[in-house]
Protein backbone atom coordinates (compact mmCIF):
# COMPACT_ATOMS: atom_id res chain seq x y z
CA UNK A 1 0.00 0.00 0.00
CA UNK A 2 1.14 3.39 -0.50
CA UNK A 3 2.20 5.93 1.76
CA UNK A 4 -0.17 8.53 0.73
CA UNK A 5 -3.32 8.63 2.36
CA UNK A 6 -6.49 7.71 0.04
CA UNK A 7 -4.66 6.44 -2.65
CA UNK A 8 -3.74 2.76 -3.06
CA UNK A 9 -1.26 0.97 -5.59
CA UNK A 10 -3.66 0.02 -8.30
CA UNK A 11 -3.77 4.24 -8.65
CA UNK A 12 -0.77 4.69 -8.58
CA UNK A 13 0.47 5.46 -12.42
CA UNK A 14 4.13 4.26 -13.94
CA UNK A 15 5.79 7.30 -15.23
CA UNK A 16 6.37 7.14 -19.31
CA UNK A 17 9.61 5.55 -20.47
CA UNK A 18 11.09 6.63 -23.82
CA UNK A 19 13.01 4.22 -25.71
CA UNK A 20 15.28 4.85 -28.94
CA UNK A 21 15.06 3.23 -32.26
CA UNK A 22 17.36 0.14 -31.69
CA UNK A 23 15.14 -1.15 -28.58
CA UNK A 24 11.96 -0.33 -30.57
CA UNK A 25 13.34 -2.58 -33.54
CA UNK A 26 14.46 -5.08 -30.68
CA UNK A 27 11.10 -5.11 -29.39
CA UNK A 28 9.16 -4.69 -32.69
CA UNK A 29 11.26 -7.37 -34.61
CA UNK A 30 11.40 -4.73 -37.40
CA UNK A 31 13.97 -2.84 -39.39
CA UNK A 32 14.41 0.76 -39.24
CA UNK A 33 13.23 1.44 -42.67
CA UNK A 34 10.30 -0.57 -42.00
CA UNK A 35 9.56 1.51 -39.00
CA UNK A 36 9.93 5.09 -40.24
CA UNK A 37 7.75 3.41 -43.53
CA UNK A 38 4.79 2.59 -41.38
CA UNK A 39 4.59 5.11 -39.18
CA UNK A 40 4.20 7.18 -42.30
CA UNK A 41 1.54 5.00 -43.20
CA UNK A 42 0.15 5.07 -39.78
CA UNK A 43 0.60 1.67 -39.33
CA UNK A 44 3.11 2.33 -36.14
CA UNK A 45 3.39 4.46 -33.45
CA UNK A 46 5.42 8.21 -33.84
CA UNK A 47 8.14 9.03 -31.56
CA UNK A 48 8.29 12.28 -29.40
CA UNK A 49 10.83 14.60 -30.94
CA UNK A 50 13.75 15.47 -27.60
CA UNK A 51 15.82 17.69 -30.37
CA UNK A 52 17.06 18.58 -33.72
CA UNK A 53 17.97 15.36 -34.73
CA UNK A 54 16.80 12.77 -32.08
CA UNK A 55 13.40 11.02 -31.39
CA UNK A 56 12.13 8.46 -28.78
CA UNK A 57 9.24 6.43 -28.31
CA UNK A 58 6.99 6.00 -25.52
CA UNK A 59 7.29 2.77 -24.19
CA UNK A 60 3.52 1.80 -23.52
CA UNK A 61 2.92 3.36 -27.36
CA UNK A 62 5.21 0.25 -28.14
CA UNK A 63 3.56 -2.43 -25.80
CA UNK A 64 -0.06 -1.39 -26.95
CA UNK A 65 1.39 -1.60 -30.47
CA UNK A 66 2.56 -5.07 -30.15
CA UNK A 67 -0.78 -6.33 -28.03
CA UNK A 68 -2.78 -5.01 -30.72
CA UNK A 69 -0.74 -6.67 -33.62
CA UNK A 70 -1.22 -9.77 -31.62
CA UNK A 71 -4.85 -10.01 -31.16
CA UNK A 72 -5.52 -9.20 -35.34
Known sequence: MSEEPG???S???RPT???RIREVQ???GLGRS???RWMA????PKPVKLGAHTVAWNECDIECWLKKCVLH
Open 7 to 9: IND
Open 11 to 13: ELV
Open 17 to 19: RLI
Open 26 to 28: HRV
Open 34 to 36: TIY
Open 41 to 44: QGKF
